[in-house]
């Protein structure tokens, strides 16, 4: 089955600095790419997600870029906020029927 | 529009009681999506529904899980006889497509004493 690593585990940054997370995935017929977002207490929330037919997708701060060669993607959030502070979860998916994958998540710390 | 709900919210089960978990997914979804929540890790897929039909179980960690989606919109998911080891949070998810933009509940954290 497909296997997710997600990169890193925890990340601290400055507000107004930039955050990069990364994952990379085992299966090449993979070919969706979404982002989670999720506070405490509360289920993951859709933040961005990019296909394989494209290799970059930016939503105002926040960005995926996807190399599929190398089967890696990676999240890039700039100007980073105090309310940026969640878990982040990468997840894979679009080789059986919608079932996905997720990696174990980036705890995100943004200090004001 | 109203979201993905979840109910009960929190539940405590003492070991060997059956516990039942309810799912009411976006209005005219088709897909649906359960998924188990260890503490500190991401969500781990459990089962999924294409209308009424269980399309892959294959997340399913025991036989003393079943879910069922008898009418195509609310779904349940039982647990048999539950061990501490099924103590986790259970992500309901739902889609209107064949399942990539998936939409999820609040979850409901189970605690097996």
């Known amino acids: 089955g497909e296997n997710v690593e997600q990169h890193p585990s925890t990340l601290s940054v400055q507000e107004g600095d930039s955050a990069v997370i990364k994952c990379t995935y085992s299966d090449s017929a993979s070919n969706y790419f979404p982002w989670y977002k999720q506070e405490l207490g509360k289920g993951p929330q859709l933040i961005i997600d990019?296909?394989?037919?494209?290799g970059e997708k930016k939503d105002q701060r926040i960005a995926v870029t996807l190399n599929k060669t190398a089967k890696h993607f990676s999240l890039h959030i700039t100007e980073t906020q105090p309310e940026d502070s969640a878990v982040y979860f990468c997840a894979v998916g679009g080789t059986n029927a919608g079932k996905s994958t997720f990696g174990d998540g980036t705890t995100l710390t943004v200090k004001p | 529009g109203a979201g993905v709900s979840q109910s009960p919210r929190y539940k405590v089960a003492k070991r060997g009681q059956d516990v039942a978990l309810r799912c009411d997914p976006i209005?005219?979804?088709?897909?649906l999506f359960w998924y188990q929540q260890a503490l500190g890790q991401g969500p781990e897929f459990l089962t999924y529904?294409?209308?009424?039909?269980?399309?892959?179980k294959s997340g399913l960690p025991s036989d003393r899980f079943f879910a069922e989606r008898p009418e195509g919109s609310v779904s349940t998911l039982k647990i048999q006889r539950t061990q501490q080891e099924d103590s986790a949070v259970y992500l309901c998810?739902?889609?209107?497509?064949?399942?990539?933009?998936?939409?999820f509940g609040p979850g409901t954290r189970l605690l097996v004493l």
């Open positions: 990019i296909r394989s037919n494209v």
């Open positions: 209005s005219g979804h088709v897909s």
């Open positions: 998810a739902s889609s209107s497509d064949r399942g990539e933009t998936q939409y």
């Open positions: 529904f294409q209308n009424e039909a269980q399309l892959d």
